[in-house]
């Protein structure tokens, strides 16, 4: 960020093709609508090679990054809620309609087909964008930025403008909350592909 | 375990779940787990949680709008590596809307001041206009029959036949001479200057006559008539082209005179030079008066030796001060001076005794004595102060409007209107009799000899 802010304009390219996939994942899971997620994306570059002069280097850029794209989706969350469009409860996904009270479990084969796997993940995966859009958007930025950028809770805080424990705890309610919303959709832990998680 | 206790141990084991932990608080915190069922309980929950919210999977970022974005950002580097844009200060911020008010009140200032400046002279060509088509039915038929379309040609010739009455009509003379002037005066006016109703109907829109694109026409000339003016009292040779003439306008009138055939050799050529002054055009007036022209007479031939200008004596100047004819037109134009400053310094002797009538009559004497440019200037201007001094208001008038005619950007005008507006005779003019005032630029030597006639 310092060469671009130094006039390097391949520098700026380097951050784009590195931190542009994690940057729109969290926009994505913030916003929980893809649409305005890219708006969002294209915003928060135009931000950051707006304010280059500004930025110096005391934190990470990351943290810099992620508190640009933070602050625009909260933005984007208020202007959406203005306009009273759907709300971030509706169904984003498609097929999720017919599945929602029944268990993922049922009238699946057994763990070890691909194929099988692939079509249950398929219906896992609206479940779960409902579980974290369910979440209060506070713990819900947090689980994204930890769960998914790999944002350490000190940058968290940093980011949200709140405590590291204020982080934590709404990081404990984010992942009691989630547990609890899996549970009502009948979706089990163990059933995920082979219990790996993303960060950890 | 108190619940700030609990609070703080599941948040280790956040850490510690997420790999925040240093090693060795790592492995502490692992130990202690594999012993204490309730940890255990909390960390499976937490870890089944984050593997099913694992199968969300990471979506790759769109392609719209990079190009455009690295563009952006290619473009902002390139800034960024010309320097910083300089830091708009607080007075930069101000200074550009205060200019941009101080330009806009300059400008709204100037055009007041045009506009007033306008606006007195379009009041003198109404006053002209007014005077004229009231004077009409006793103007003689004009000798180069003006078409009925054009009505208003009539009216300048026939203000400037009628110029000599004027103060007379304005004042308290007997009205037995005046008349008398008049009648004369116009039966001689068509042929006094033929060639000045020649070569204006060639040269200007008479349709425009005494309106304000007449007059804003002569205050665009006025700087080249000046040059005009000049060579006809250096040059013998007669013009090669001829000049436009203004409604009235005394010195407009001069080249077109020099422009005329000139067999009555130098001296008359000379002598017709100080008929731009008020002494030459009461002498071309008194001229045309001895001059025999039979009743009815028709029209006067083109520009003949005869037509050419005579030269001129003032009738109000002393025999002494008389400007005598000379070949050269330097000795001439010195002899004007030193009459003119002789003339002035009695005028001064004179308004120091507290004279302003004698002063009045100084005045005009040295402007008929052939004071040019500024000095004639400042002379009207003067005898416009004296004669308000003295209360006669319209020989006022139009001694300063006089000033404004001939050089209306010059300071002398800038007196003579300020002047004006402190009479309050700028704008209507109605204060100042508007029916008896006539045309001023109709043979101002005439007019400015009346009051003192008057006398």
Redesign the interface.
């Known amino acids: 960020m310092l060469a671009?802010?130094?006039?390097?304009?391949r520098a700026?390219?380097t951050l784009?093709r590195r931190h542009?996939?994690p940057?729109?994942?969290f926009i994505?899971?913030f916003t929980g609508h893809r649409a305005r997620a890219?708006d969002v994306?294209?915003e928060t570059?135009?931000k950051v090679?707006?304010s280059?002069?500004e930025y110096e280097a005391k934190a990470k850029f990351t943290t810099w990054l992620f508190t640009i794209a933070r602050n625009l989706c909260v933005d984007s969350a208020r202007k959406e809620s203005y306009r009273q469009a759907s709300s971030l409860e509706a169904p984003t996904g498609n097929g999720a309609g017919g599945d929602e009270g029944r268990p993922l479990g049922e009238g699946l084969p057994d763990s070890g087909a691909s194929p099988e796997r692939g079509a249950y993940?398929a219906r896992?995966?609206p479940l779960?964008?409902r579980?974290?859009a369910s979440l209060p958007e506070e713990q819900r930025e947090v689980?994204v930025l930890?769960?998914?950028s790999g944002i350490?809770?000190k940058e968290i805080a940093e980011v949200t403008g709140v405590s590291e424990?204020t982080v934590?705890?709404r990081?404990?309610y984010a992942?009691d909350g989630?547990?609890r919303r899996?549970a009502e959709m009948g979706?089990?832990?163990?059933?995920?592909?082979d219990?790996?998680?993303?960060?950890? | 375990m108190k619940p700030q206790n609990l609070?703080a141990h599941?948040?280790r084991l956040?850490?510690f779940?997420?790999?925040?932990l240093p090693p060795q608080e790592a492995r502490a915190v692992e130990s202690h787990v594999e012993g204490c069922d309730r940890c255990s309980e909390l960390l499976a929950?937490?870890?089944?949680?984050?593997?099913?919210?694992?199968?969300?999977?990471?979506?790759?970022?769109?392609e719209?709008?990079?190009d455009s974005?690295?563009a952006?950002?290619?473009q902002?580097?390139?800034n960024?590596?010309?320097g910083?844009a300089p830091k708009s200060t607080w007075w930069r911020r101000w200074l550009m809307p205060a200019m941009g008010v101080a330009a806009v009140t300059v400008f709204g200032v100037i055009s007041v001041q045009v506009n007033r400046a306008l606006d007195l002279k379009e009041e003198v060509a109404a006053q002209s206009v007014t005077k004229s088509a009231e004077e009409q039915p006793v103007a003689p038929p004009e000798p180069a029959a003006p078409p009925p379309s054009a009505p208003r040609e009539d009216a300048p010739q026939a203000e400037r036949a009628q110029a000599p009455a004027v103060p007379q009509a304005a004042t308290p003379p007997p009205p037995a001479p005046a008349a008398k002037l008049d009648r004369s005066l116009l039966k001689k006016a068509p042929r006094a200057k033929p060639s000045t109703v020649g070569s204006k109907g060639s040269r200007s829109n008479w349709s425009n006559a005494g309106t304000g694109a007449d007059f804003g026409d002569s205050g665009k000339k006025a700087k080249s008539y000046e040059s005009d003016r000049r060579d006809a009292m250096t040059q013998a040779g007669p013009f090669s082209k001829p000049k436009p003439i203004l409604v009235g306008s005394a010195p407009e009138e001069e080249p077109s005179q020099a422009a005329m055939p000139e067999p009555a050799g130098a001296d008359e050529l000379v002598a017709d030079d100080s008929d731009e002054m008020f002494g030459g055009r009461t002498a071309m007036a008194m001229r045309e008066q001895r001059a025999p022209s039979p009743a009815g007479a028709p029209p006067p031939p083109p520009p003949t030796a005869s037509a050419a200008p005579m030269p001129s004596v003032s009738t109000s100047m002393p025999s002494a001060n008389r400007p005598a004819p000379a070949t050269r037109d330097e000795s001439k134009a010195e002899k004007r001076r030193t009459a003119s400053a002789d003339l002035l310094r009695q005028a001064d002797a004179a308004r120091s005794a507290g004279d302003r009538v004698r002063e009045v009559q100084l005045l005009r004497q040295a402007l008929a004595a052939g004071a040019t440019g500024k000095e004639r200037l400042g002379l009207l201007n003067r005898l416009c102060e004296a004669e308000f001094a003295i209360g006669r208001r319209q020989a006022a008038f139009e001694a300063c409007s006089l000033v404004l005619e001939e050089d209306p950007r010059s300071s002398a005008a800038q007196v003579a209107r300020s002047r004006l507006r402190r009479e309050g005779m700028e704008a209507s003019g109605s204060k100042a009799g508007s029916g008896s005032r006539g045309p001023v630029k109709a043979a101002p030597a005439d007019k400015m000899e009346a009051p003192a006639q008057a006398q």
């Open positions: 671009f802010k130094a006039g390097d304009a700026f390219e784009v542009r996939a940057v729109f994942n994505l899971r890219e994306l294209q570059w135009l090679v707006r280059a002069r993940n896992l995966r779960i964008e579980a974290l689980f930890r769960e998914y350490a809770f424990n934590k705890s990081m404990r992942l989630l547990r899996l979706v089990d832990g163990d059933l995920a592909e219990g790996r998680t993303v960060t950890g | 609070h599941e948040d956040l850490d779940i997420y790999g925040e929950g937490i870890r089944g949680v984050r593997t099913t919210m694992a199968q969300l999977p990471m979506e790759p970022a769109p719209a709008g990079l974005l690295l952006y950002a290619q902002a580097a390139r960024a590596a010309a910083p």
